[in-house]
């Protein structure tokens, strides 16, 4: 889930003076069926996060494995 809890490389999120960099966001509205909404929200409650950071997860591991092809 999180890239700390994961044991994943955290450099690339600091500078030099070890200063976390905050990323540039941006705000999207992005419309779904109601059922895929609640299947989303259950796994999520299931595994005990919100709606928004289990998608952003989700869509950051698709981006690594697509980036990898």
């Known amino acids: 889930m999180d890239r700390f ?3 994943e ?3 690339e999120d600091f ?3 070890g200063v976390v960099k905050k990323p540039q966001m941006k705000k999207i509205n992005l419309d779904l069926p109601a ?3 609640q299947q989303i929200d259950h796994i999520a409650q ?8 289990l998608i ?4 950051h591991e698709r981006l690594k494995t697509e ?3």
Do not use: C, T, Y
Request: hydrophobic share 35%; charged share 35%.
């Open 5 to 7: 809890l994961e044991n």
């Open 9 to 11: 490389d955290l450099s």
């Open 15 to 17: 500078n030099k003076r």
């Open 35 to 37: 059922d895929l909404v």
């Open 46 to 53: 299931k595994i005990g996060i919100a709606r928004q950071p």
């Open 56 to 59: 952003k997860i989700w869509i």
């Open 67 to 69: 980036g990898s092809r």
